[in-house]
């Protein structure tokens, strides 16, 4: 009512902000008759003149910046190097600011030539408002456009214009198909203007491949891929434009921060991105982290043991589910039940830790998760998770702490192992390193809020191009979920008689089923799009708008695919022809153009009785929790002016409505009389469902920054670690920085044994002994000759043989192999030590909660354990260099294997469990073994306690690259 009221008096931001734009748009209007009169030479010539321009006027700056990059490679004081980082940034600024005011100066004539390139290459002009989103987009803000209105061409103008500063510019999509898509459609246009387009693709199995730039000359094998040379994934990010996905721009990166040799990584600085489907991304998505993960070795039999454990588990009985919160927990007669079947007397004594975990993620599995919701078993050999916003399959993501292997071992399919923790960022992090960001989608304004404070984004409303007519019917609310499928099967069957197209959208694979076999038993066979088949969803979808179609989708979200009221004449040629045998790579183009012209006759004509029908009509059986999804499903009909219509169906046994509010609406029912099959239909129960999703929605909020807040942590010692292994692979000479290192150790162990102040409290002999497990020692330095010595003078002999002792270390070995060893013992250790301390975040993060009992904060004491733990890692990490480079032997490394990368997502809610710097169950064992510690001396420590915290390391050999690695998210 205050928004209202605002508006009314200080008038609609939106509308403001537009009247700001009309004067550019006019402006790009006006250059419009002398774009049409340049030649195709004059628009590569005008390119190379803008960036010529921009790289003219920034010739200054830049090669200050290059300066300053270099110094701070060779400075080795802390202070200087931290001076530097501080002007670097400083600089960097300045650039991209200077740049941004160029480019806003060259808007206007840039986009001209962007709108007359399109329309000269495929077909389409630039309307006014896709010019509005186009500026919006280049001025680092979410331009909200209803479906329809062409996002992927809106995102041509800034892409072109940013692109011109030379640093690359990104377009982020939530799947492959939309990437591969909109870089060949896109492509003539940019081909065009002079500027070269590459794509990422997903390509698990090896990174290396997936890549390619668009090439009209290139004749593919697979017509799906026509014009997409494969090249080598660092040229698709050299090109001046990238499509990809944010899973695959992100791995990217974590790749990046991974490798072993600056010749490895693929990516350039991150310096402007536009983020389709920005609500997807940035919100939906934003919930779970990247993370690279290589294997462990854990059991699989303790997953199946647990899973029969619960089986016999009665909810009520023996455990407790809490729905809103996704949680559950056993009673105590649940507990007495399992500590029987497992013969113990308290399954949560220190003993019997390890349990907990198995016990906890087995009835997750059994309560929370469902089959063909949750996830689907593919062969009875794999689950595969179902995202909740797309129904897509997310094919090799798994769920996180053991929940993946716990369902696996529910539903009897091979169970993996888990996984350990090599490198993680979220979302929010990952985008926001970008210098400059955009997103566009048709549904952002519900959640202007979030992206305000999280990314700093601001959402404009961007007008349609022609009004909206589409008719949005008020909710049709019934009491159970059969009365609510048996009026939507009516509904279906009585337009299909008409033959006006309907769009069913159901929230799971299993709802999507059972309708559709309810239509098949009254004679409707319809095309069903959920996550079994995501490989044919574009072409379902595109054809969803042909006379008498039934479509059921699984949720909507990030589809990226127009329906076109009378089908798609491209879709239809294109499946024609395949009927026909017609090989599709090589087929004529006098055949293409002749299919394509009975196509598009045959739409034309349906598409003229689809209208007269009333359009496209839209049902959605369920209302998701949030706004957006629902409206992203409205917003497949009515576009383009259009007419369309959408109706909501719900009923008081649906998720929403058991959670939020459907109590009060079935007590009415009750008091009314109201009987199953009759609805209530009104305005105020769209409100109450409306305000219960809004609940939802500030409660999801909540989640998605305490995980960012929690990652802002992990963020800043992120930044430094991967500066410090940057720092290792450009830094030709590291000899000077380890040697610092290695004085810094001498004095530790001076200030260790020889404290005191007279000579009677020192310990020599446990300096010679400390010593001499850190580098040789000549038999002239001696416990018997330190003692006519003074402090000053035992550490200046100390130093004198460290040198000596590297020297000759360095001629054993000859310069070039020393440089080599150096470099690999650097980053052996950094990259161990800084897995093994995710680790331990993990593990102080799953308990941290527990603090609030205490009445402290968890986050306020996470961040202060998370900085001591981050400094004791900075001091290990030192102190194992300076050690290991005086012990570390290079061995010829077996050839690596094809890296296996499987995103994971993380549990909803992940159990509590112990927290603090204990020692790891699959950490090297202490006692200097070689084996891991739960194979060693773990049970002998139980015995006797909890594991040490923090007990000694044992010491590690760099020898090569690391070990396979898998992908989680």
């Not at 329309?119 to 509005?132: A, E, K, P």
């Not at 957006?628 to 929403?656: A, T």
């Amino acid at each position: 009512m205050l928004k209202t009221l605002l508006t009314r008096l200080a008038g609609d931001p939106y509308v403001r902000e537009l009247s700001r734009l009309r004067p550019i748009v006019d402006a790009i209007n006006s250059l419009e008759p002398e774009m049409q009169r340049r030649s195709p030479q004059e628009f590569r010539a005008l390119t190379e003149s803008f960036r010529r321009r921009i790289a003219e006027a920034t010739a200054e700056r830049r090669e200050r910046l290059a300066d300053l990059r270099e110094q701070r490679l060779r400075a080795l004081d802390i202070d200087e190097r931290n001076r530097l980082d501080e002007e670097i940034k400083a600089q960097e600024k300045a650039l991209a600011a200077q740049e941004n005011a160029i480019l806003d100066e060259i808007l206007p004539e840039a986009f001209a030539a962007v709108r007359e390139a399109a329309r000269r290459t495929i077909g389409l002009r630039h309307f006014d408002v896709q010019l509005i989103g186009g500026i919006v987009l280049h001025q680092g803000k979410i331009a909200e456009m209803k479906t329809g209105e062409g996002k992927t061409l809106v995102a041509t103008l800034p892409l072109y214009l940013n692109a011109l500063a030379g640093h690359g510019a990104h377009l982020v999509t939530p799947n492959d198909y939309l990437s591969k898509v909109g870089a060949q459609w896109m492509g003539p246009v940019y081909h065009y203007l002079g500027l070269t387009v590459g794509v990422i693709q997903s390509a698990a199995a090896d990174p290396s491949l997936g890549s390619f730039v668009y090439d009209p000359d290139y004749q593919a094998a697979d017509d799906r891929y026509q014009h997409l040379r494969p090249v080598p994934r660092a040229e698709a990010y050299a090109a001046d434009i990238t499509y990809g996905t944010n899973n695959e721009f992100g791995f990217d990166y974590l790749r990046d921060n991974m490798v072993w040799d600056l010749s490895q990584q693929v990516q350039r600085e991150l310096h402007y991105a536009i983020v389709d489907e920005v609500d997807n991304i940035l919100i939906d998505e934003a919930r779970t982290p990247l993370i690279i993960s290589g294997p462990a070795e854990e059991s699989a039999a303790e997953y199946r043991r647990f899973a029969r454990l619960v089986e016999n588990l009665r909810e009520g009985e023996d455990y407790t589910v809490d729905e809103k919160m996704r949680s559950v927990a056993l009673t105590d007669q649940g507990i007495e039940k399992i500590e029987r079947a497992l013969g113990i007397e308290n399954i949560y004594a220190p003993g019997h830790y390890e349990l907990t975990s198995y016990l906890e993620n087995a009835l997750k599995a059994k309560a929370l998760f469902r089959r063909d919701r949750d996830y689907i078993v593919r062969d009875n050999r794999e689950v595969i998770i179902v995202d909740e916003f797309t129904g897509r399959l997310m094919f090799g993501r798994r769920y996180s702490e053991g929940l993946h292997q716990a369902i696996e071992a529910k539903e009897g399919v091979p169970v993996q192992r888990e996984s350990l923790t090599l490198a993680t960022i979220t979302f929010q992090n990952y985008f926001r390193m970008y210098r400059k960001l955009a997103g566009m989608t048709g549904t952002a304004a519900t959640e202007a809020e979030e992206f305000s404070k999280i990314y700093n984004l601001d959402v404009v409303v961007i007008p349609t191009h022609k009004p909206m007519i589409r008719v949005d019917h008020p909710d049709l609310v019934y009491k159970t979920e059969a009365a609510k499928f048996r009026a939507v099967v009516d509904e279906i069957v009585q337009l299909h008689r008409r033959g006006q197209p309907v769009l069913v959208g159901t929230l799971s694979i299993e709802k999507s089923e059972v309708l559709a076999d309810m239509l098949k038993r009254r004679g409707i066979t319809p095309q069903v799009l959920n996550a079994k088949q995501h490989e044919r969803e574009a072409g379902i979808i595109a054809q969803a708008g042909r006379p008498g179609a039934v479509t059921i989708a699984t949720n909507m979200a990030g589809r990226g695919v127009d329906i076109l009221l009378g089908g798609n004449p491209e879709g239809m040629a294109r499946e024609q022809l395949r009927r026909q045998g017609v090989d599709l790579t090589t087929v004529s183009r006098e055949v293409w153009e002749q299919a394509l012209a009975e196509a598009r006759e045959v739409a034309e004509r349906d598409r003229e009785r689809v209208v007269s029908l009333g359009g496209l009509h839209v049902i959605g059986t369920e209302r998701h929790e949030a706004r957006r999804i629902d409206n992203q499903l409205r917003g497949r009909s009515g576009r383009q002016g259009d007419p369309g219509s959408s109706r909501f169906y719900v009923s008081l046994e649906d998720d929403l409505m058991r959670r939020f509010g459907g109590q009060s609406i079935a007590g009415i029912m009750d008091r009314l009389g109201v009987e199953e099959d009759v609805p209530i239909e009104h305005r105020l129960v769209s409100r109450a469902i409306e305000n219960a999703q809004v609940k939802v929605e500030g409660y999801n909020f909540d989640l998605r920054k305490h995980v960012l807040e929690y990652d802002d942590v992990v963020n800043q010692q992120r930044e430094i670690i991967y500066g410090q292994r940057r720092l290792i692979l450009s830094e030709a000479e590291l000899r000077p920085i380890i040697e610092e290192m290695i004085d810094e150790q001498v004095e530790i162990l001076l200030n260790t044994y020889t404290a005191g102040e007279h000579r009677d409290d020192w310990d020599l002999t446990g300096l010679h002994a400390a010593v001499r497990q850190f580098f040789p020692l000549p038999p002239s330095q001696s416990p018997a000759v330190w003692s006519r010595l003074s402090r000053e003078e035992i550490g200046e002999a100390l130093h004198q043989a460290a040198r000596r002792a590297y020297d000759e270390r360095e001629a054993q070995l000859g310069p070039e192999t020393m440089r080599q060893l150096e470099r690999l013992v650097m980053l052996h250790t950094v990259d161990n030590l800084w897995v093994r301390h995710l680790t331990a975040l993990d593990e102080l993060r799953e308990g941290i909660g527990l603090r609030a009992y205490g009445q402290r904060d968890p986050l306020v004491e996470y961040k202060r354990e998370a900085h001591d733990m981050f400094s004791e890692l900075t001091d290990t990490i030192r102190r194992e260099i300076a050690h290991g480079i005086y012990r570390a032997q290079l061995v010829r490394a077996e050839p690596m294997r094809r890296r296996e990368m499987h995103p994971n997502v993380a549990s909803e809610a992940p159990a509590p469990r112990r927290s603090g710097a204990r020692l790891g169950r699959n950490d090297p064992c202490p006692c200097g073994s070689g084996r891991k510690y739960k194979n060693c001396c773990l049970r002998k420590d139980q015995k006797g306690g909890a594991a040490p915290a923090g007990a000694g390391q044992a010491a590690r050999k760099a020898q090569g690259a690391p070990e396979n690695r898998q992908r989680h998210r």
